[in-house]
């Protein structure tokens, strides 16, 4: 057996990513390397159906449920070819007269469940025509004002039979009726159950693998970013404008306490025993504008080497994003990554599928997007490549422990080839925030596992703070560079352990 010397080592894995970097040089772009890894496919839309698609929903073999800004829901058939094709795939329109439905939801005993700005609907077909014949209000209890922004997402259901739904504020600035600002969760009866408060302007909702409640909520007032932030039941999340509405929420007890304009979400959170701090920061003109759907991948494997994390979706920017959570003391924080980007429109709603591709539904919603276009309905499908990737994040007393797909190259795993900042958000009543209180913490030292798949970084952590990595030094083990070499990790607690 030939042994490579070192000095043979590095020279090879020079060139090779010499050879990485001239194919990038070459008009590459990062939508098409992306590409290699998750095909982007496109479902035709007939001529004349507006699909900005609100929400999503699969079941059957080849079948999709998508519902509409302007009020339709309708069947896909075909939507898994590959590619679909116009000859190939037939929309049937189930419902219509619906009013901008953004949840979609089926327990498989006939009946659909539509969450509507006024209501959530059940509605079926008993006679087979593929056309709902019965509608029956399922839940209210919450108030409208005939208002442009007042959104209700709402969720598939829960373990217990529970749909939970995330009110806008009227004009996302004001509470002008019921639990506008709120979460409500409605029962497997129908009953409304007020649940988490200071809610702004959410973008979508669903469980992680553990079955705990998430939803998107978009930068404004008391949000200096967008966030992706845990809905623990009791709680509150920010935003005080809807507090008002306690004195209709008995089960909560009494209002918390107004947070101070202008401090910081780990100050007040310290001050108030209902806060839940956010789990994960998008920071704003880095990872996006305006997050949006979110679907966990537990397709155990079929989508990739990702199992169990969270994709959210970005309206403004045509993305996808990739979130992989922790838990300590109890709280939720974790790292946003970039996924996939140079999607048709506006990323508003995804689903996975049984087969573990992933659909998802596009709108520019009258705000435009970078895609370009008004809607699409696409799907992402894993090729079975699996590229050189950050896999995983997690924070330890001083550091963080990074987790790849593929083994890293020693040589490139030194403390130069990474750097660090860290900044939070002022927490406070004007729209948004600049980054501040920032900080370029030191890599001191690394140490990578005998496997080369986990490299440990020794560096100060500041609580409640985003810590920035850039990883453009890293190479795997045949010298290529990460398919996306940078992360942002929301730190809430330090482990102290």
Same mark, same amino acid.
């Given at each position: ?8 080592? &590095? ?15 070459? /008009?590459?772009?990062?939508?098409? *390397?992306?590409?290699?890894?998750? *095909? ?26 998508? +519902?509409?800004?302007?009020?339709? #829901? ?28 953004? =949840? ?11 969450? %509507?700005r006024g209501e959530i609907t059940r509605m079926r077909d008993t006679n087979g025509d593929d056309r709902a014949d019965v509608f029956e209000t399922h839940a209210d209890g919450w108030g409208i004002t005939? @208002? ?7 969720? $598939?259901? @829960?373990?217990? /039979? ?12 004001? +509470? ?8 409500? $969760?409605?029962?497997? @009866?129908? $009953? ?7 809610? *702004? ?17 978009? %930068? /404004? ?22 507090? &008002? ?24 959170? &310290? ?18 504008? +305006?997050?949006?759907? #979110? ?6 494997? $079929?989508?990739?080497?990702? %199992? ?9 920017? +045509?993305?996808?994003? *990739?979130?992989?959570?922790? %838990?300590? @003391?109890?709280?939720?924080? =974790? ?5 996939r980007e140079g999607l048709a429109s506006g990323s508003l709603s995804l689903e996975q599928a049984p087969d573990g591709s992933l659909f998802v539904g596009g709108s520019d919603r009258g705000w435009g ?55 939070t958000y002022l927490y406070r009543a004007d729209y948004g925030s600049p980054e501040v209180d920032k900080g370029k913490p030191t890599i001191r030292g690394t140490r990578l596992s005998a496997d080369g ?40 607690? #330090?482990?102290? &352990?």
């Amino acid at each position: 057996m030939k042994t490579t010397s070192w000095t043979e080592r &590095k020279i090879t894995c020079g060139l090779a990513a010499m050879a990485v970097a001239a194919g990038l040089a070459h /008009g590459a772009t990062q939508a098409e *390397r992306e590409n290699e890894y998750w *095909r982007l496919l496109t479902v035709p839309i007939p001529e004349g159906i507006v699909l900005e698609a609100g929400a999503l929903q699969v079941f059957g073999k080849d079948r999709i449920a998508v +519902s509409t800004r302007l009020g339709d #829901i309708w069947f896909v058939d075909g939507a898994y070819g590959e590619p679909p094709t116009p000859g190939t795939v037939k929309f049937t329109r189930y419902a219509q007269g619906l009013h901008e439905v953004l =949840g979609l939801t089926t327990r498989g005993d006939g009946w659909f469940y539509a969450t %509507q700005r006024g209501e959530i609907t059940r509605m079926r077909d008993t006679n087979g025509d593929d056309r709902a014949d019965v509608f029956e209000t399922h839940a209210d209890g919450w108030g409208i004002t005939g @208002d442009y922004h007042e959104y209700a997402f709402g969720s $598939k259901f @829960d373990r217990d /039979g529970n749909i939970w739904l995330v009110l806008c504020l009227t004009g996302s600035f004001t +509470s002008e009726t019921e639990f506008r600002g709120w979460c409500l $969760k409605a029962t497997p @009866d129908g $009953k409304v159950v007020p649940t988490v408060s200071g809610i *702004r302007s959410p973008g979508g909702i669903a469980t992680n693998h553990l079955g705990d409640m998430f939803y998107t909520d978009n %930068q /404004g007032p008391w949000n200096g970013t967008c966030w992706l932030k845990h809905l623990k039941p009791g709680g509150f999340v920010g935003n005080p404008t809807g507090n &008002k509405w306690y004195t209709l929420a008995s089960n909560l007890g009494p209002r918390p306490a107004d947070p101070t304009s202008n401090s910081r979400v780990t100050t007040e959170w &310290k001050k108030m025993k209902e806060f839940v701090p956010p789990a994960v920061g998008f920071p704003y003109g880095k990872m996006g504008q +305006s997050a949006s759907g #979110i679907a966990n991948d537990g397709s155990r494997g $079929k989508f990739g080497p990702f %199992q169990n994390q969270l994709f959210v979706g970005d309206q403004t920017w +045509s993305t996808v994003m *990739r979130v992989c959570l922790e %838990q300590v @003391d109890g709280v939720y924080q =974790g790292a946003c990554l970039p996924f996939r980007e140079g999607l048709a429109s506006g990323s508003l709603s995804l689903e996975q599928a049984p087969d573990g591709s992933l659909f998802v539904g596009g709108s520019d919603r009258g705000w435009g997007a970078r895609g370009g276009k008004p809607f699409a309905l696409q799907r992402l499908v894993w090729t079975g490549k699996t590229p050189f990737e950050i896999l995983e994040i997690h924070s330890q007393p001083k550091g963080f422990v990074l987790t790849f797909t593929e083994p890293v190259d020693p040589a490139s795993a030194a403390p130069g080839a990474i750097t660090a900042e860290n900044f939070t958000y002022l927490y406070r009543a004007d729209y948004g925030s600049p980054e501040v209180d920032k900080g370029k913490p030191t890599i001191r030292g690394t140490r990578l596992s005998a496997d080369g798949r986990t490299l440990h970084l020794d560096m100060d952590l500041v609580e409640g703070h985003i810590h920035e990595l850039k990883l453009p030094g890293i190479r795997g083990k045949a010298g290529q560079p990460l398919l996306h070499p940078s992360a942002w990790f929301t730190l809430n607690v #330090i482990p102290s &352990k």
